[in-house]
């Protein structure tokens, strides 16, 4: 072979050589790419089971959520038709879904902090609901059932909605007797002063009006009109001026079912009615009928529907008539059936109820059995505490099974007379009476003053418990149940 062919035999190795060894270089790339393929096809797979998974997952999760709405739900049903039975309200099923849908639809927030509490406790309570939408399911039946759907529509039904001082509690501030007479002893004496503060501590005056209620017994008629009633001793009756009074104590509701509203007949006792409406205070216990003296009065204060009823049993004479179906008067509790079932009506209504009763001894220190029996009966019925008036002194407070019953407040505001009294402050949560305290004041020289000396406040605190039969009284003013009195004894 000569040179020419041996350099050709070499040029042909050299192609065979880049020949294979391109074939190897595209075998190799065709080995990666189809790794690569292989891997993108897998990660594909991979990724479609994913999201099968996903969705699967999300659909179980999601039927897992409608189930524990769908329980929720149910419980809260429960919850509603519990109240409603507990309160002598007989419901259809539907009629129960129905106000769980709405509360769905208006408050869907409430709902998923309700949904929240459900998933901890797989329950709902009363206070569950409360806690979540910031209103009793009383406030919220109302709500639902149009009751509050405006101020002239809730007014209608003798509700009331006040801004609260605190959150998630009311602050009820009680007096006793108060008597504006013309010519009398305060009046007098305010007319030589002109100024309310002069009269009643500023210090009280600033609890009164800083209260969420603040509620009263009005003893005496505000009119132009009228005459004195025949053969009655005492007769009380301030001008419609003096209303003004009432406005700067801060005045919210008061009773009139006393032996005194009527002192000057009917005239004068429906325009003291409609002056408290001018005036915006509400009344309980007397009306120009017997509906309207029965009628109760609530106070929604945050989220809580507070109740209000009143009667009397105070006269030895009675000159006071009772409401019937077309005259003015009072309701009375001398038989205490009818007013019994005012309270057991009253009390299906809101979260707390005060009775209030005019009854017992006056100037007498120490309550009856029979004060005591009708007390009892009342709290029975249904009020969770009942306060009493009429015998111008400070009588006792005794703790029963059933609740407290504050016999007398003694007077407020009535004379020239030196004597204890105070005010009665309660304060109430959802669940009911969280706290009762008592300021301690004196009446003295047609004025009604705090009693700011510790000493003197320790001496009306002892002089309470005294005549009460379970009580203890803290320095602070606070009252606390005292158990076990026998075995203590």
Known sequence: MNEFEQAEERRKRQRE?????????????????????????????????????KKKLAAEQKKQLEQEIAQMNESLNDCYNTFLTDNGVSAEKSDVTAFTKWLEKNYSE???????????????????????????????????????????TAAKNHIYEKKAAENGTVQITAAGDLCLEEDGY?????????????????????????????????????????????????????????????????????????????????D???????????????????????????????????????????ASEGEQYKFTPEATDSTTGIL??????????????????????IAYVHWGTEDEDMYNSTQTEHGKEFLKSGA????????????????TEDGPIVYSLGDF????????????????????????????????????????NAESQRALFDHLQEISPNITIDDTGVITELKDVDAES
């Open 110 to 152: 409430e709902m998923d902090d309700l949904f929240l509490v459900y998933q901890k406790n797989k329950k709902i309570t009363a206070q569950d609901i409360y806690d979540s939408f910031g209103a009793t399911l009383h406030v919220l039946s109302d709500t639902y059932e149009g009751k509050l759907k405006d101020e002239a």
């Open 384 to 399: 969770d505490i009942v306060i009493g008036g009429h015998p111008h002194v400070l009588q006792g407070i005794e703790y």
């Open 186 to 266: 305060v009046l007098d004496y305010y007319d030589t002063v002109n100024d309310l503060s002069k009269c009643i501590s500023k210090s009280i005056l600033d609890q009164t009006n800083a209260a969420d209620i603040f509620f009263l017994n009005h003893e005496y008629c505000i009119s132009d009109r009228g005459t004195p009633l025949e053969d009655k001793y005492y007769v009380f009756r301030a001008k419609p001026e003096r209303m003004k009074l009432l406005e700067q104590m801060g005045t919210d509701i008061v009773s009139i079912a006393n032996n005194h509203i009527y002192d000057y007949g009917a």
């Open 268 to 310: 004068a006792m429906d325009d003291t009615i409609d002056l408290l409406d001018q005036a915006k205070i509400t009344h309980v216990g007397g009306g120009t009928n017997l509906d309207e003296a029965k009628q109760p009065t609530y106070y929604i204060i945050n989220g809580i529907k507070i109740g209000f009823v009143a």
């Open 17 to 53: 050589e880049i020949k294979q060894k391109r074939i190897r270089q595209l075998r190799r790339r065709m080995t990666i790419s189809g790794c690569i393929l292989l891997c993108i096809i897998i990660a594909l797979s991979a990724f479609a089971v994913n999201v099968a998974k």
């Open 413 to 452: 505001w009535f004379n020239d007379e030196t004597k204890y009294t105070g005010l009665l402050n309660l304060e109430i949560t959802s669940e009911g009476l969280k706290q009762m305290s008592f300021t301690p004041c004196e009446q003295k020289d047609s004025q009604t003053q705090y009693l700011n």
């Open 332 to 353: 009375t509790s001398y038989d205490t059936t009818e007013y019994n079932q005012v309270i057991a009506d009253a009390s299906k209504e809101c979260d707390y109820l």
